[in-house]
Nanobody
Framework: QVQLVESGGGLVQAGGSLRLSCAASGRAFSRYAMGWFRQAPGNEREFVATVSRRGDKTYYSDSVKGRFTISRDNDKNTVYLQMNVLTPEDTAVYYC?????????????????WGQGTQVTVSS
């Protein structure tokens, strides 16, 4: 079992940057593909980015491609989301998630483990 704890959220002005971190417990972190999702009020949770078990493959939603970068450090059991050129439309609670079933996944139903979320608010 994996426990995930996100951090790094906060309030930032439009055009600014934030880096989210997600620390995982347990010794099997490298067996899990990791993903970031977000959920704005009144909206469904949506896919943001995913990274493969070894960190050599990534995939992004069209809305963040070119602005966000997902990465992982398996020695530190941590996955990151670097977010640049933020806009108010990026305001949401951001969740990290892990799945042992696939090397990458963009569908939230394929993930086994979820963190509690961290709030990101972008002001205009």
């Amino acid at each position: 079992q994996v426990q995930l704890v996100e951090s790094g959220g906060g309030l930032v002005q439009a055009g600014g940057s934030l880096r989210l971190s997600c620390a995982a417990s347990g010794r099997a972190f490298s067996r899990y593909a990791m993903g970031w999702f977000r959920q704005a009020p009144g909206n469904e949770r949506e896919f943001v980015a995913t990274v493969s078990r070894r960190g050599d493959k990534t995939y992004y939603s069209d809305s963040v491609k070119g602005r966000f970068t997902i990465s992982r450090d398996n020695d530190k059991n941590t996955v990151y989301l670097q977010m640049n050129v933020l806009t108010p439309e990026d305001t949401a609670v951001y969740y990290c998630a892990g799945t042992s079933l696939y090397d990458m996944a963009s569908m939230k139903g394929l993930y086994d483990y979820w963190g509690q979320g961290t709030q990101v608010t972008v002001s205009s």
